[in-house]
Structure formats: structure tokens, C-alpha cells
Nanobody, 124 residues
Framework: QVYLETSGGGLVQAGGSLRLSCSDSRRTTRNNGMGWFRQAPGKERECVAN????????SYADSVKGRFTISRDNTKDTVYLQMDSLKTDDTAVYYC?????????????????WGQGTQVTVSS
């Protein structure tokens, strides 16, 4: 069973930065694509970033491109989401997820395991 622990959320002013971490304490996802998703109240869940098992092909939603950076350190079984130039529209619960295969994807249906989510609130 995969257990993904998400951390790093919080309250930040617009223009600020946060770094989210997703740790796999059981070391079972280093060969899986990984994704970061978010869901704001009243909105559908969206994939903001995803990455292949080896750190290749980082991909971003248009809404965060140029501001967010996804990365992973397989020696630490951790995936990161660096979020810079945050906007109030970035306020949401953020989730990490492990894909079914080795490739990242924008589609939530391609993900099997999900972390518990961390709240990110950006104030104006």
C-alpha cells in the first residue's frame, strides 16, 4: 500500500512563495509518474503539474506555467512543487498523486494513489 504524505501548505501573501513536499515513506513510487493537483471550493480538481518517474517531461497547467516548478528526488522518495509569484486564484487544497505507470499525466484517472492534501491560501 502506498502512503503519500503531503506537507508545506499554509497562508501566504500574493506574490509570495511556498514549497510543497510529497513524501513516500514506504518507497514504493520511485518508478511512478507523479502529479500535483488542486481543488478550490466549487471548482473541479485540476492537475497543475506532473512529472515522469525519472524527472523527465515536467508538464504544467497554463495557469501556473512560469510560476510553479515540479521536481523529484528519488533518493529521498519525495516530489516537490515550488510555487512562486502566488496569486489569490492559487488558493486551493493541493494533492500529490502517484500515477499507474511511469509517466506523468494531466488526467486524474491515470493516478492510483493520493496524498491527504494540504491547504494553500493566498491572501491579497
Amino acid at each position: 500500500q502506498v502512503y503519500l504524505e503531503t506537507s508545506g501548505g499554509g497562508l501566504v501573501q500574493a506574490g509570495g512563495s511556498l514549497r510543497l513536499s510529497c513524501s513516500d515513506s514506504r518507497r514504493t513510487t520511485r518508478n511512478n509518474g507523479m502529479g500535483w493537483f488542486r481543488q478550490a471550493p466549487g471548482k473541479e480538481r485540476e492537475c497543475v503539474a506532473n512529472i515522469d518517474w525519472n524527472g523527465g517531461r515536467p508538464s504544467y497547467a497554463d495557469s501556473v506555467k512560469g510560476r510553479f516548478t515540479i521536481s523529484r528526488d528519488n533518493t529521498k522518495d519525495t516530489v516537490y512543487l515550488q510555487m512562486d509569484s502566488l496569486k489569490t486564484d492559487d488558493t486551493a487544497v493541493y494533492y500529490c498523486a502517484a500515477a499507474i505507470g511511469s509517466l506523468g499525466s494531466q488526467q486524474s484517472s491515470r493516478y492510483r494513489y493520493w496524498g491527504q492534501g494540504t491547504q494553500v491560501t493566498v491572501s491579497s
